[in-house]
């Protein structure tokens, strides 16, 4: 039995378990968007680099950094890492791999440091913490066929950091609590966000709790897969195995699941073909 096919969900409740709870009251609220000074720590609305999207980002990296931090040193406490050496060897050889790939497409700083966890446990499952933490479960690893797949994995997970999807999210879930009224303007200057108006509209301003989970949304997660893909040939990884990934998924997925439209989550078939379409328009492969 599978617990878990959709890597990349597991940082969503981690991180927003750790998050500072931030009350605002009402005429705070209209105040501080008077003066622009709801968040001292505004960015505000950027264009991404690497994606082009743009992008509400009401927490800077640092700050995303050091909310993730006790969510990665408790999940390290709590959770066994293998003892495995050579299991171990391989993801590490295979991340450094990786990750140069995203580095030779001109996302990822060659500097930067990444912290990466090999977990024992059963589940289907990876991660990324901001601050450049990676976690990879011995589960995922058991069902991928060869490194190419895990590489897919890794890469994915590379793709939701030069994604910015954590500090996105975090901004979502922030601009919700702080009601209607901000998340109106935030709706009309994110495109990400607005994919999420309706909902905080149907919430209701005061209603909604910073902590509210929203999971990746299925732009995140498609964006994530095809710059992983991006990463993987830059690697000379086999692009075609991340499409035989979530194959492979699929094949796991036991039980009921809920038609796709109504799923954050992409179904892991559709997330096939969108790797199979684009993999051939980059003309990777031909597939
Ligand atoms: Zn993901």
Known sequence: MTRQIEF???F????????????LSRRGIIMGLAAGSVFPFVSGCATNAATGDSQLLLFGDDQIASMAATAWTDMKAQTPQTSNSKLKGRVLNIWDRTIKGAVKEGHINP???????????D??????????????????????????????????E???????????????????????MAGQI?????????????????????????????????????QADKLGVDYMHQAGYDVKQSVRLWELMAAQSTGARPPEFMSTHPDPLRRADELRTYINARGYALI
């Open 123 to 156: 589940d289907v499952n990876a991660f990324v913490m901001p601050g450049n933490r990676v976690g990879v479960y011995r589960g995922i690893t058991e069902l991928t066929e060869n490194d190419d797949q895990i590489s897919s994995v890794l890469g994915h």
């Open 8 to 10: 990349g969900e597991k």
């Open 158 to 180: 590379t793709g939701h950091v030069v994604g910015k999807h954590a500090a996105e999210r975090m901004s979502v879930s922030t601009a919700a609590q702080v009601g209607l």
């Open 186 to 222: 935030a709706v009309a200057s994110s495109d990400e966000l607005s994919k999420y108006g309706s909902t905080i509209g149907a919430l209701g301003g005061a209603a909604v709790q910073f902590g509210v989970i929203l999971p990746y949304s299925r732009k995140h997660e498609l």
């Open 111 to 121: 500097n930067d440091q990444w912290d990466v966890a090999v977990f024992d446990t």
């Open 12 to 23: 969503d409740s981690e991180l927003l378990a750790h998050a500072p709870r931030v009350r």
